[in-house]
């Protein structure tokens, strides 16, 4: 893992010519003048000295956080990302299963109304799926529709399990293993694509 760690640290050096700052509006200051967000952790309680629950660094989240589409889906006002409003349309299934499921999700099932046609969701990648975390909840790290309290049934969301949701991503040093994010407390770690895990699709905001 270790090694897993400094590999990772090294290419993002590499890409940035190993030079990144940190400013203080939260967004990762790269070499040639381009930047990209952070966002705020949601973290508010502080359990130590400069703790990012004292500091509370990123971008804002906006309020509301999440917009009910009112056809199935929902708007990440964050990133812009649209995920369905049923969390738990296809109950657990293995990795491949996980992306069939994804792959082949249209308007008429899971709840949608949206029009959408088969193609246009996907299984998200660890990123997008921890994008929807708030570190300053457990069981589960989800945020409400303004994202000012945690999340409660249909608040936007329904049916979120306090459980593993995969994502898209292989493990880079290991191919039978697949990324998932823990949305009891936001942790991330990997499976065997044979275990089974939630899924959550997503899809492209406008």
Known sequence: MKRVLLI???????????????????????????????????????????????LQKGVAWPTPRFTDNNNGTVTDNLTKLIWTKNANAFGAKNWPNALTAANTLAS???????????????????????????????????????????????????????????SSNTHPYNAPDAFHVNFCCGSVYYDHKSTSNYVWCVRAGP
Do not use: H
Not at 113 to 142: C, H, K, M
Not at 151 to 161: A, S
């Open 8 to 54: 990772c640290l090294s290419l993002v050096l590499a890409l940035v010519g190993g030079s990144a700052a940190c400013a203080a509006d939260g967004f990762y200051v790269i070499g040639g003048g381009k930047s990209a967000s952070v966002p705020k952790t949601g973290q508010t309680t502080s359990y130590g000295a400069r703790d990012d629950g004292a």
């Open 108 to 166: 008429g099932s899971a709840g949608l109304t949206d029009g959408s046609t088969v193609g246009v969701w996907r299984l998200p990648n660890i990123r997008e799926l921890q994008s929807l975390i708030n570190y300053g909840f457990y069981g589960p790290a989800l945020p409400n529709t303004l994202g000012t309290g945690q999340w409660e049934e249909g608040n936007p969301f329904q049916g979120v399990q306090p459980f593993n949701y995969w």
